[in-house]
């Protein structure tokens, strides 16, 4: 199971990076074919499960324990919102990357709020793919831009300010908002001036107090609490 709060920079102590673990879930063979050739020619990354239907997703997650799952959205039975819910019911901290077509507001919300890390549509590009694939195996966020626009829409209408301090400290609430930006541990850390390590405490009890297992989550809730504001994003 991935560190919530692990560095996509970090290392071993034999200086090499550890192998990001992924579970393919879409019911069009040739999709996962095509998907799983170009994450296995990452060396980082390492495909080793795949799932044709949100029934098969939540055993083979439920065996494998993946790092990241990319998750399609509709499939024959149980679709990738109720898979998703499912799974993270039961492994809040595995990082769910929605693969779709779809983005209609009702799949982007109900997978969000379901526990999904990152949202892309599936015109992204290879490179952002890998790149998002990597985020949220780090715990941060990945979301496609017109996805974002949805999110922050959405969200900033319906926040409520509420006293930073019932949940979070002071620092901890510093680290959320710049987390929100977008920026890696390392960037949190120079832009706060203190160590990596730091930043990943910092963020593992934010995690664990908000109840969440990505950053994507729990961004959504400080927009909701309105200790974020969606227009510094």
Same mark, same amino acid.
């Given at each position: 199971?991935?560190?919530?709060?692990?560095?996509?920079?970090?290392?071993?102590?034999?200086?090499?990076?550890?192998?990001?673990?992924?579970?393919?879930?879409?019911?069009?063979?040739?999709?996962?074919?095509?998907? +799983?050739?170009?994450?296995? *020619? $990452?060396?980082? /990354? @390492?495909?080793?499960?795949?799932?044709?239907?949100? &029934?098969?997703?939540? =055993?083979?997650?439920?065996?494998?324990?993946?790092?990241?799952?990319?998750?399609?959205?509709?499939?024959?039975?149980?679709?990738?919102?109720?898979?998703?819910?499912?799974?993270?019911?039961?492994?809040?901290?595995?990082?769910?990357?929605?693969?779709?077509?779809?983005?209609?507001?009702?799949?982007?919300?109900?997978?969000?709020?379901?526990?999904?890390?990152?949202?892309?549509?599936?015109?992204?590009?290879?490179?952002?793919?890998?790149?998002?694939? +990597?985020?949220?195996?780090? *715990? $941060?966020?990945? /979301? @496609?831009?017109?996805?974002?626009?949805?999110?922050? &829409?959405?969200?900033? =209408?319906?926040?409520?300010?509420?006293?930073?301090?019932?949940?979070?400290?002071?620092?901890?609430?510093?680290?959320?908002?710049?987390?929100?930006?977008?920026?890696?541990?390392?960037?949190?850390?120079?832009?706060?001036?203190?160590?990596?390590?730091?930043?990943?405490?910092?963020?593992?009890?934010?995690?664990?107090?908000?109840?969440?297992?990505?950053?994507?989550?729990?961004?959504?809730?400080?927009?909701?609490?309105?200790?974020?504001?969606?227009?510094?994003?």
């Amino acid at each position: 199971m991935p560190d919530p709060a692990r560095d996509s920079d970090s290392t071993s102590e034999t200086g090499l990076s550890r192998r990001i673990s992924l579970l393919l879930v879409d019911d069009h063979p040739v999709v996962r074919k095509g998907t +799983r050739e170009l994450l296995e *020619g $990452e060396p980082d /990354l @390492h495909v080793i499960g795949e799932a044709a239907s949100g &029934e098969e997703a939540i =055993a083979q997650a439920r065996a494998l324990r993946p790092d990241v799952i990319l998750m399609d959205v509709s499939m024959p039975g149980m679709n990738g919102i109720e898979a998703t819910r499912a799974i993270k019911a039961e492994q809040p901290r595995v990082g769910v990357l929605v693969l779709t077509s779809y983005d209609d507001d009702a799949y982007v919300f109900a997978l969000l709020e379901a526990g999904a890390a990152g949202y892309l549509l599936k015109n992204t590009s290879e490179d952002d793919l890998l790149g998002a694939v +990597r985020a949220v195996a780090a *715990g $941060e966020s990945a /979301l @496609h831009p017109s996805v974002a626009r949805k999110v922050l &829409e959405r969200f900033s =209408a319906a926040a409520q300010p509420t006293p930073p301090e019932d949940d979070l400290s002071p620092r901890e609430l510093e680290v959320l908002r710049v987390a929100a930006t977008g920026r890696t541990n390392k960037e949190i850390a120079r832009d706060l001036d203190i160590s990596p390590r730091t930043v990943q405490v910092h963020l593992a009890n934010i995690f664990s107090k908000l109840g969440v297992g990505s950053r994507t989550e729990a961004v959504l809730h400080g927009i909701k609490r309105g200790w974020i504001d969606p227009k510094m994003l």
